[in-house]
């Protein structure tokens, strides 16, 4: 306890200081992990989300061969073309919805880093 009392302004000031510091160090780690935790998950969702567009194009793209075929010849070649662009987009559209739904559920802003800076700011209102 009497070294507490020991030591010099300029030794306490170089105390706090370097625990300011660490404190800071530590919330740049937690929101660093934090946002590496976010962007983990956002990975699934973000690809449903690109494979349901992509088939979404083929869909389309499959839509207007089956139009094509379907003013070029009365022959059900057309058919089976729209009956498979019908379904890809059936599953595009499932896909797409699928990943949006995923994407919602991802926080983009990091909470613990903002809960934790919340508690250091209290603390060192009442340290003053």
């Given at each position: ?30 929101a660093k992990t934090e946002l590496k935790e976010e962007l983990s998950a956002a990975m699934k969702p973000v690809a449903a989300f690109g494979a349901g567009l ?75």
């Amino acid at each position: 306890m009497s070294e507490l009392h020991d030591r010099s302004v300029p030794e306490v000031l170089t105390s706090i200081v370097g625990n300011v510091q660490e404190i800071c160090r530590s919330e740049l780690r937690l929101a660093k992990t934090e946002l590496k935790e976010e962007l983990s998950a956002a990975m699934k969702p973000v690809a449903a989300f690109g494979a349901g567009l992509l088939l979404a194009g083929y869909a389309g793209g499959l839509g207007l061969l089956a139009l094509v075929f379907g003013l070029a010849t009365v022959l059900p070649t057309w058919g089976a073309a729209l009956l498979v662009a019908v379904v890809t987009a059936a599953v595009g559209a499932f896909l797409i919805a699928r990943g949006r739904k995923g994407l919602m559920q991802v926080q983009a802003i990091p909470q613990a880093t903002i809960a934790s800076l919340k508690e250091n700011l209290r603390w060192a209102k009442q340290a003053k």
